[in-house]
């Protein structure tokens, strides 16, 4: 549409985010300062402009000053910008005609104790969203489609809950696993806390489900080869037993799990055969009581040691591994079920008991007679080995304040579960991120704990953190949720900030199309650059490198960008 | 009063904005000297944009990113790094010290490694004073170089070297032959000293016409070298002879359309 | 699909907005029912959460306003549920609208009636420290922005509907009753704050300096009764030594309840570095048993106050505490690492980290809807690892703290989880 370009009327709101801003930038110097700034016609502040009062009175002024831009100055984009691009859609204005000027997150939360540089820096903020919102130009969302089937990356409890949940609500699910059967971590498990039941019965009817559902095709022995695309509309390609599997998919979710931390060179691990981990004793422990009195003809003594190679000093593993606690008090007490007369010791620093039921399967413990010592992390156990092939764990107990010597047949450490080696692989094929701790990083820690930055690929169980069983199930379950949405809506609206190419500019020279990652720009009949809307991203590199300028990006403009810059240098004069 | 630097700071959306975003969050307090700039990727930041901000006087320009591997978008850092390499090594030629531009890289989870960027930057421009090009009396040489080295990257061939050194470097020319980052690195410096100097040329000769043998004592380098360079710029469209004294052409620039 | 399957969301806290956006994103329609004026729940109240310091109301808000913009939610604040009847795909539900005196329409919540209001009563969202008026809004942020007369306190003089521009007071205003068709329902009571009083050693509600940490959270919040600053509640002189009590009436067989809730360790941990931000030379400890870091970058965040804010962390359970004439502190302690009695003096402020328990309401609930609680009074889910958000009624389901202690990122993920077996159910029940 040919619009002659209207003379920008920009109304500027201030908040005070209770004191967040208020009690440290002088909010009311800065609304005058914005009312002596080009265009802008309305300058108010608020207390909170997020607030529904807020929202009311940039309608408001919207209307009865005839605001043709917006400009807010409060937090970061990153969260608040939604809310009032919608205020000004609901008042008829373009959503993009807006800006915020983040002057909290960046201003007055860390120039605290700086209160007049703080306005003053402020003001200069103001001023660049000024200059910027002038020239910004209404911007439309293309819609695109949603395919509704769901790839879930994992079989493990995760993955396979993710799957039937989704199925069950009508979606075509893929589900991938690299392994030759279903099942992942709890394969290895022999029971479940705190209800006891066996895993391997539960895996069983969850692969029976699975495999039966009619909505549910099931890859194993597959592995994810090749990730393109985007939410609704994903290329995935699969690997399976050498041969490639094209898959169209909407929606992805990762269930790809953790392992077990293998703890070499710690308590003797790797050079005492006595001496496990927790799932290496489970392992043992499905084989039943001769499968111990195999190894070890008899327990008379055992000791778990927790927090072995977790809530280490600095990261990867800085973290607790949430679950090893009730892993150790779920084996001690197997063992002391069939060991009646053994002594079971758990060496811990603080038991992890959280919750409803924890905290009562802890006491249970006690009551079995397992026998809790606390060690203090600068005072850690010893392992050593015994002239006769037992083992010795010197111990201070910390609570007590006496140094222990235990003999004993067996000491199975507790280690935390890590990361798969490859996550980085698939992170990098998703282009989602991973955590300091090597674990896939969710949007958001609070509010977003399974949904990935990038639409349309969310996350649940210990791919995302340690968890148990029925923590893993609910994420699962809330990943079934998070990606049924788009698929139910069936449309989306798609990015409207891309990248545009001035036909009369382009040389067809390709660079850009060699730049783009997305394949978002192809050569059309006449050799000339064109965008795929849907599939740019807008980056915008392209038009940072093409060798003609002949791109632009949507909303980021060079003029746009070159107002706020010299909003910043020329002060006010220019 | 002591002095406050300026600084620019180009923020990618994804890692380093919301780095600072945690840094607010957290409450790390660092300098007030600096201005962010919201783009979506750092790979987005034209050399042009960095050079504009000297040009109109600031202290320094910091561009940020996400981690190599972790761009929102991929690649888009990789193409920063390269566009900042070639900057760095043009805008030393104009006689502003080029570490008063900086690439750094911070995630969304690096708030103090933000803060303390920021503090470290800071001090970095304090030492090394004011900007010669910002204030009321901006050294007029070097600012006259400055908009040299912005048209050269506004120009054509440094932005395609740029654009497809990747490509040479990692994946091989359309032949199929890689180029060792050596030969391609020598080629660049040749192509940022040229490109400089041709833009240079061009400025000079918009202001008044000269000769050959002017420019050369000007710009201290060889008259075969200008002449040169006339040549090429001749071709371009972009100068021409205006007239004759005695037995010295006289060359001067035209308008040159476009943008 | 004919007319839209509807789901009723009971509890307007995070876990219920969570569920709601979830269902409501996808198309159903949904009631989000609440009992108090505004949603938002007890997120609403903290001053910031761990372990990303975010300010709460801040990420919060734009969720609350996005369930009030949302074309298919129906928000029904001040509401009860009366009568739930029905099975699976056809529960028929009444619920009343307790009368506002305010009509939702017509009130722009400027609050000018407020201001005009005589009589004061103690902020139940400031946990009784602030101060509104008969008619009040709960906080700055309230969704609806819509003012609430309390009838118990308003001694109905008739300033507010004669200040109120927009005509909106109406004293005459009756209780309404609504049916409601839902297919499925979703429980999201969330908690409450053991009452310690019960313990007389600690001294909560005879000492001034005592406080609990939700009060805190609201006595430290920008948008508190003391608009945040630091100060003692007895004298408003400025601390200079904090402690915090982990443990108050949880896992203990004397008091209050057995189990573990999970998250005080870590919102005293984030207090702590509240205070530090405050007032950086403010000495800080905290008294706790076992320190529970357990959850996503937790113990990184413990290690933080630790080792960079000097927090102090002290095993031990403290037996009592003693005031003295200047309302100052005494915490006497049982140190189990050295196995001595000792005490800590001069301490300006104490924080009661209680047990947070299920609410009391929960009992009328499950009897209206015909669902079980546990021993505990939490909602009882069909099986703890794989039926984690399914009661014991098909097409009922739980989420948040109601159904066992969590915090944040726990309850929304499972408010997600809850909204998936909602829309599974419906799903098949519709076919």
């Not at chain 1, 000491?411 to 674990?439: C, H, N, R, W």
């Not at chain 1, 949405?485 to 500019?505: F, G, N, Q, W």
């Not at chain 3, 408010?415 to 519709?430: D, G, I, K, N």
């Amino acid at each position: 549409m040919a619009q002659q370009k209207e003379k920008p009327r920009v109304g500027v709101f201030v908040c005070h985010c209770g004191i967040n801003i208020g009690g440290f930038v002088n909010v009311p110097q800065v609304v005058r300062y914005a009312r002596t700034l080009p265009n802008v016609v309305h300058a108010e502040e608020n207390i909170y402009t997020c607030s529904a009062e807020g929202i009311a009175s940039i309608k408001e002024a919207i209307k009865e000053h005839d605001l043709n831009r917006v400009v807010v100055a409060s937090c970061t984009p990153r969260t608040h910008e939604p809310l009032f691009r919608g205020a000004c859609a609901d008042a008829g204005l373009n959503p993009y005609l807006f800006e915020l000027a983040n002057i909290r997150e960046h201003c007055s939360w860390v120039h605290m104790r700086e209160p007049d540089k703080a306005t003053e820096k402020a003001k200069d903020l103001v001023r660049m969203a000024v200059a910027r919102v002038s020239l910004l130009e209404p911007q439309e969302e293309p819609e695109i489609d949603v395919m509704p089937t769901a790839l879930v990356i994992g079989g493990g409890i995760s993955g396979m809950t993710s799957a039937l949940c989704l199925a069950g609500q009508g979606f075509k699910v893929y589900l991938v696993e690299r392994k030759p059967e279903l099942g992942g971590m709890l394969k290895k498990i022999y029971r479940l806390y705190p209800t006891g039941e066996e895993a391997s019965r539960v895996i069983g009817d969850y692969v029976n489900a699975v495999m039966g559902h009619k909505n549910i095709v099931v890859l194993t022995s597959a592995n994810i080869k090749d990730v393109k695309g985007y939410i609704g509309n994903f290329e995935v390609t699969v690997l399976k037993e050498g041969e490639e599997i094209k898959l169209k998919i909407g929606t992805i979710i990762v269930a790809t799990g953790a392992i077990e931390f293998k703890p070499v060179g710690l308590y003797g691990y790797g050079r005492y055969d006595r001496v496990l981990t927790q799932v290496e004793l489970e392992e043992i422990l499905k084989g039943g009581k001769s499968a111990i009195d195999k190894r070890f003809f008899k327990l008379q003594r055992v000791v778990m040691i927790q927090c072995v190679g977790s809530r280490e000093e600095r990261p990867p593993r800085a973290y607790c591994s949430r679950i090893c606690c009730m892993v150790a008090i779920k084996n001690a007490m197997i063992i002391k079920e069939w060991y009646p007369d053994s002594d079971v010791y758990v060496v811990y620093q603080d038991m992890q008991t959280y919750g409803k039921e924890y905290e009562e399967y802890h006491r249970r413990a006690r009551e079995a007679g397992i026998r809790f010592v606390s060690y203090t992390k600068g005072s850690p156990p010893e392992v050593t080995a015994l002239p006769n092939g037992r083992l010795k764990v010197v111990v201070y107990h910390a609570l007590l304040g006496i140094r222990r010597e235990l003999d004993c047949d067996l000491v199975v450490l507790s280690t935390p579960l890590i990361p798969y080696e490859d996550a980085k692989e698939l992170s990098k094929m998703l282009k989602v991120p991973l955590g300091q701790d090597g674990f896939f990083f969710e949007a958001h820690v609070k509010l977003r704990p399974i949904d990935f930055a990038t639409d349309g690929i969310y996350v649940c169980g210990t791919a995302h953190s340690p968890k148990d069983v029925g923590e893993s199930v609910s994420q699962a379950l809330g990943v079934a949720s998070r990606a049924a949405i788009p698929m139910a809506v069936k449309r989306l609206r798609a990015e409207a900030i891309t990248s545009v190419v001035d036909e009369s500019l382009c040389s067809g020279c390709g660079t850009c199309i060699r730049i783009c990652p997305y394949g978002a720009i192809q050569k059309d009949e006449r050799g000339i650059a064109k965008v795929i809307e849907v599939m740019c991203k807008g980056c915008g590199t392209c038009g940072a490198s093409c060798p003609e300028r002949a791109i632009s990006m949507r909303h980021f403009k060079d003029e746009q960008i070159i107002a706020q810059i010299h909003a910043i240098l020329r002060r006010v004069a220019a | 009063m002591t002095f406050e630097p300026t600084i620019i700071a180009f923020l990618c959306n994804w890692c380093s904005y919301a780095g600072a975003d945690l840094a607010g969050v957290s409450r790390f307090s660092y300098p007030t000297s600096i201005r962010a700039i919201r783009v979506m990727c750092s790979g987005r930041v034209d050399p042009a944009l960095v050079l504009e901000a000297f040009i109109n006087g600031a202290d320094g320009v910091f561009v940020m990113g996400c981690h190599l591997g972790d761009c929102h978008y991929l690649i888009g850092n990789f193409y920063a790094q390269r566009k900042i390499k070639m900057l760095k090594k043009l805008i030393a030629l104009t006689g502003l010290e080029p570490e008063r531009l900086r690439l750094e890289w911070v995630s969304a989870s690096e708030g103090a490694r933000f803060a303390e960027l920021v503090k470290d930057f800071t001090n970095q421009m304090k030492a090394l004073g004011p900007s010669p090009v910002a204030g009321e009396k901006p050294d007029p040489n070097i600012l006259e170089n400055l908009l040299a080295a912005k048209a050269a990257v506004e120009d054509f061939r440094l932005r395609v070297l740029v654009g497809r050194e990747g490509e040479m470097v990692d994946e091989g020319n359309v032949y199929g032959e890689k180029v060792s980052q050596e030969e391609f690195d020598e080629i660049m410096d040749e192509a940022i000293a040229a490109e400089y100097i041709r833009n240079k040329m061009y400025i000079m000769l918009k202001k008044v016409p000269q000769s050959v043998k002017e420019l050369s004592k000007r710009l201290n380098i060889d008259p075969r070298n200008v002449l040169r360079h006339i040549v090429i710029l001749r071709q371009r469209g972009m100068v021409a002879m205006a007239k004759v004294e005695g037995t010295t052409p006289l060359w001067a620039a035209l308008e040159v359309g476009g943008r | 699909m004919g007319e839209k399957a509807s789901v009723l969301v009971i509890g307007g806290g995070i876990a219920g907005i969570q569920a709601s956006l979830d269902l409501a994103g996808r198309g159903f329609q949904v009631y989000l029912l609440e009992e108090s004026p505004t949603i938002g729940g007890r997120m609403a109240q903290l001053d910031k959460t761990f372990p990303t310091m975010d300010c709460s109301i801040c990420i919060l808000a734009p969720k609350m306003m996005e369930c009030y913009r949302h074309p298919n939610i129906k928000l029904l604040t001040y509401c009860e549920l009366k009568e739930v009847k029905g099975i699976v795909g056809d529960f028929n539900v009444k619920v009343l609208q307790k009368p506002r005196y305010v009509d939702e329409v017509k009130c722009t919540g400027c609050g000018v009636c407020a201001e005009h209001c005589p009589i004061e009563v103690p902020n139940e969202f400031d946990m009784a420290l602030g101060i509104r008026k008969a008619i009040y809004m709960p906080m700055p942020q309230a969704v609806p922005r819509c003012m609430t007369i309390d009838k118990e306190n308003c001694i109905k003089c008739g300033l507010c509907a004669k200040v109120c521009r927009a005509g909106a007071v109406d004293l005459q205003q009756q209780p309404k009753e609504m049916d409601l068709n839902v297919g499925a329902i979703i429980i999201a009571t969330g908690f409450d704050q053991y009452d310690p009083r019960e313990i007389v050693e600690y001294g909560y509600k005879r000492y001034e300096n005592v406080l609990t940490a939700l009060e805190f959270e609201r006595w430290i919040c920008a948008s508190g009764p003391v608009g945040g600053h630091l100060i003692r509640p007895a004298d408003g002189i400025i601390p200079k030594r904090i402690a915090f009590i982990q443990c108050v009436g949880s896992r203990g067989l004397k008091f209050g309840s057995p189990f573990c809730s999970s998250v005080c360790c870590m919102y005293a941990t984030k207090e702590a570095l509240i205070i530090k931000m405050h007032a950086p030379d403010v000495q800080v400890y905290i008294f706790y048993n076992e320190l529970r870091a357990f959850g996503k970058g937790f113990q990184e965040f413990v290690n933080r106050a630790r080792n960079e804010y000097e927090v102090k962390y002290i095993r031990g359970r403290p037996g009592e505490i003693k005031e003295d004439p200047k309302k100052s502190l005494t915490i006497w302690y049982d140190d189990t690492f050295t196995r001595e009695i000792k005490s800590l003096t001069d301490v300006d402020l104490v924080v009661l980290c209680p047990a947070l328990i299920p609410r009391e309401g929960n009992k009328r609930l499950a009897e209206i809807i015909g669902v079980e609680l546990d021993e505990y009074g939490f909602f009882k889910v069909k099986h703890p690892l794989f039926a984690p958000v399914d009661t014991t009624i098909p097409g009922v389901f739980v989420c948040g703290y109601c159904q066992s202690p969590k915090d944040i990122p726990d309850s929304v993920a499972q408010a997600s989880a809850a909204a998936a077996r909602a829309a599974e159910m419906l799903a098949q029940v519709r076919r």
